[in-house]
Every structure is written in structure tokens, then in C-alpha cells.
């Protein structure tokens, strides 16, 4: 008795959804765009490390190995485009090229440069100039003079190694090399660092399945207003099986979600010019875990939502403006690592932030289950706490 009243109740919600087209597409579309359109948009942003390139103009007077040293430390800092001028170029010329090219940094230095560098007392830094445009910030600006007194470092390093061969045996070498650099979120893999993809697939894939609360939530209050719900009680069934066959075709549906969206990582974000969604080691296991535990989340959600609403109309506002909410201090919009401290420990109170999470430990670190058993436990606790309340709330509209 009780299957077939699960069976009933999940047809007749699948037709529901199955005639409302528009609904359906929306579920489907509006992530899918967002994966599209964030993912290629931020693609530079990320690969830079958070920052874009910014152009430097250098006019090199001395045309020698010790300034070749200073351009060459500049040029290893993957956050600067390097563009040496030909011939010579005065210093109101410089600016207007600067100003014409729209570069962040205008760099020169002056004949003499390798004569002082050599010199006792000579004072290399005095021919070295640096330019920058209102555009950059202090930080970027730091960055560049960093990498000149780098140069600038090993250029008379070099010097001294030279005047010291006839004396002493001097290795200079390791002045200026590459450090060792690898990302703890990077598990096992060389070089691994998180792309724009791999951000905005899951967090765009969390924020598509909880928008599910607007037809369930809907669905639920028509029936409610047409006493549909009322007779639906009257049946010897029991409320249990009755919610089931309701909540089990939207269940499906946030499967299918997440299987898109991992889909349009992986074909159409590179198909368009983008990075493809590295899935090479993930756990199948860990993603199947955090796709039901962000899905019951919802559903939790939309029936809490349904609960608390008079009208469709409220609902939809309640449950689409409540999304935007989470999305927002749940680092789906904005990452959570380019906010302040104090809004990245608001981030936590998002049901959002625990699915993203989640499933960036997967991606990131190839975690397996029991590594993200803690974001999935709070999931599935947040959608039976709204299961909960809404039962609460239904039973109290009901004296």
C-alpha cells in the first residue's frame, strides 16, 4: 500500500514537472550559463593567481649583461608583461608610451648602469628608474620594485663572483633560480593548482540544485490551496510515504543536475575556449556523497519555504531572494578567498559554502568520503532541521 502511494505521489509530481518546460529548462540553464560564463570570464584571473598581467615598458641605455640581469628578474614574474623599446627614447616620450599602451609600469635605465654596478661605491640603484601609472595598486607596485632589487641584487652578486675568481673559488650559482613551490590543495598532482573551472562547476552546481525550492515549494502550496493536501491526509497511507513520493522526482532531478554540470565542465566550458575540468582521480564515491547531501539540503529548504508561505508568490521570493542570500555569503558569486577575514568566517553559515567545500576537497584533493563526511553530515542535518520545522509550522496551520 504505502509503495503505491510513493509510486502515485512521485508520477504525479514527474507530470508536474514534466509540463512546466520552462521551469525544468531554467533548472538546467541558468547554472550551466553561469558555469559558462564565469568560468571563461575568470580564466586569466585565475591562472594569474588572482591578478591580471599588468605591462611593463623598459628602455634599456646600457645595453649590458647587468642590466640584461635586472630585465631578465622581471620578466621570470609571470604578473608582467615585458616590452623593451628600440632606440632612444626621452623621458616625455616615455610617458606618452606608457600612456599609448595603456601599460602599468615604464622601467629604465640609464648608461652606466654595469660601471656602477662594478664600482666600488658606485650606486647602481641611482641608474634605475621606475614609473607607475594611476591604475596599479600598492601591492602590484611592491611586486615590480621587488623583482628590480632582485635583478639589481643579482647583478652585483655577479660582479662580486667575478672579481673574486682569481682569489677564492665562488659559486654564485642559485642566485635568482625558481624556489620549489607546490599547493597543499593539490594533493598528489605537480603543479596542481585550483582553476576558474574548478571553482565555478561546483559552486554553480550547489546554487542550481537548491533553486529547486521554487517549483517544489510552489507545487506544495497549490495543492494546499486547492485541498488537494487535505484529502491527500484523509488516506490511511501516513504522511511519511506521501512526502517521499513527493521529494523523491525532485531528488532526481538535482542527480541529473549535478551529472550536467560536471558534463558542461568537461566538454563545453574547452569546446568554448576554456580549461577542462580535471576528474582524473576524483572519487566517484565523494561526489555522489556531496550531490545527495546538497539535495536533501534543498529539498529541506523548500519544503521549510513552502511552510512559511501563504502564496506562490511569497514563496517565490522567499525561496529565490533567500538563494541569492546563501549564494552571496557562501562564496558562490564572489570566491571566498579574495574576501576579507571577517566575511570569509560568514561564509560558514551557509549551507552553500558546506556543499562547495565539499565538493572542492574532491576536486582539489581528491578526498575521499569519510574526508568530507563533515560538510555532508551538516548538509543532511540542515535539510532534516527544515523538514522538521516545516512539520512543525504545517501542523500548527492546521489547529
Known amino acids: 500500500m504505502k509503495r503505491l502511494v510513493v509510486a502515485a505521489c512521485a508520477r504525479k509530481e514527474m507530470l508536474l514537472l514534466w509540463r512546466d518546460p520552462q521551469t525544468l529548462l531554467l533548472l538546467f540553464l541558468m547554472p550551466a550559463v553561469f558555469i559558462l560564463v564565469m568560468s571563461l570570464a575568470l580564466q586569466d584571473r585565475f591562472e594569474q593567481g588572482?591578478?591580471?598581467?599588468?605591462?611593463?615598458?623598459?628602455?634599456?641605455e646600457d645595453d649590458s649583461d647587468s642590466a640584461g640581469t635586472v630585465i631578465e628578474s622581471l620578466r621570470?614574474?609571470?604578473?608582467?608583461?615585458?616590452?623593451?623599446?628600440?632606440?632612444?627614447?626621452?623621458d616625455d616620450a616615455f610617458r606618452e608610451r606608457i600612456h599609448a599602451r595603456d601599460a602599468g609600469f615604464g622601467l629604465r635605465i640609464d648608461a652606466g648602469f654595469e660601471q656602477a654596478v662594478y664600482a666600488d661605491g658606485g650606486e647602481p640603484a641611482r641608474h634605475v628608474h621606475v614609473l607607475v601609472a594611476p591604475k596599479i595598486d600598492r601591492q602590484r607596485e611592491a611586486l615590480l620594485v621587488a623583482a628590480v632589487r632582485q635583478?639589481?641584487?643579482?647583478?652585483?652578486?655577479?660582479?662580486?663572483?667575478?672579481?673574486?675568481?682569481?682569489?677564492?673559488?665562488?659559486?654564485?650559482?642559485?642566485?635568482?633560480?625558481?624556489?620549489?613551490?607546490?599547493?597543499?590543495?593539490?594533493?598528489?598532482?605537480?603543479?596542481?593548482?585550483?582553476?576558474?573551472?574548478?571553482?565555478?562547476?561546483?559552486?554553480?552546481?550547489?546554487?542550481?540544485?537548491?533553486?529547486?525550492?521554487?517549483?517544489?515549494?510552489?507545487?506544495m502550496i497549490r495543492e494546499r490551496q486547492s485541498g488537494t493536501e487535505q484529502r491527500l491526509r484523509t488516506t490511511p497511507a501516513?504522511?511519511?510515504?506521501?512526502?517521499?513520493?513527493?521529494?523523491?522526482?525532485?531528488?532526481?532531478?538535482?542527480?541529473?543536475?549535478?551529472?550536467?554540470?560536471?558534463?558542461?565542465?568537461?566538454?563545453?566550458?574547452?569546446?568554448?575556449?576554456?580549461?577542462?575540468?580535471?576528474?582524473?582521480g576524483v572519487p566517484v564515491a565523494t561526489l555522489l556523497l556531496m550531490a545527495v547531501?546538497?539535495?536533501v539540503a534543498a529539498l529541506g529548504y523548500a519544503l521549510?519555504?513552502?511552510?512559511?508561505?501563504?502564496?506562490?508568490?511569497?514563496?517565490?521570493?522567499?525561496?529565490?531572494?533567500g538563494n541569492i542570500i546563501l549564494a552571496a555569503i557562501g562564496g558562490i558569486m564572489v570566491p571566498e578567498f579574495v574576501m576579507p577575514p571577517a566575511l570569509q568566517a560568514v561564509t560558514r553559515l551557509s549551507p552553500m559554502a558546506w556543499g562547495l567545500d565539499g565538493f572542492l576537497l574532491a576536486f582539489l584533493e581528491r578526498a575521499g568520503p569519510a574526508e568530507v563526511l563533515g560538510y555532508a553530515g551538516a548538509l543532511i542535518a540542515f535539510g532534516l532541521a527544515g523538514v522538521a520545522l516545516a512539520g512543525w509550522r504545517q501542523a500548527r496551520r492546521s489547529e
Not at 588572482?50 to 634599456?60: H, I, R, S, W, Y
Not at 550536467?260 to 580549461?275: F, K, N, Q, S, T
Request: glycine share 14%; hydrophobic share 55%; net charge negative.
Open 293 to 295: 547531501a546538497v539535495s
Open 151 to 219: 635583478g639589481l641584487g643579482q647583478a652585483r652578486m655577479e660582479a662580486l663572483s667575478e672579481r673574486l675568481a682569481p682569489l677564492v673559488q665562488f659559486d654564485a650559482g642559485g642566485i635568482g633560480a625558481d624556489l620549489d613551490v607546490a599547493y597543499l590543495y593539490g594533493g598528489e598532482r605537480d603543479g596542481a593548482a585550483p582553476s576558474s573551472v574548478q571553482q565555478n562547476v561546483p559552486a554553480w552546481l550547489v546554487f542550481g540544485i537548491f533553486f529547486v525550492v521554487i517549483p517544489l515549494s510552489n507545487t
Open 238 to 280: 501516513g504522511a511519511a510515504p506521501i512526502l517521499a513520493g513527493k521529494l523523491l522526482p525532485y531528488f532526481a532531478l538535482n542527480q541529473l543536475q549535478a551529472v550536467a554540470m560536471l558534463l558542461v565542465g568537461l566538454l563545453l566550458v574547452p569546446a568554448l575556449g576554456g580549461a577542462a575540468l580535471e576528474v582524473a
Open 76 to 90: 621570470r614574474n609571470e604578473g608582467f608583461e615585458v616590452v623593451e623599446l628600440e632606440g632612444p627614447v626621452d
Open 50 to 60: 588572482g591578478g591580471t598581467v599588468a605591462t611593463a615598458l623598459v628602455v634599456n
Open 304 to 321: 521549510l519555504v513552502a511552510a512559511l508561505s501563504s502564496t506562490t508568490e511569497q514563496a517565490a521570493m522567499l525561496g529565490g531572494g
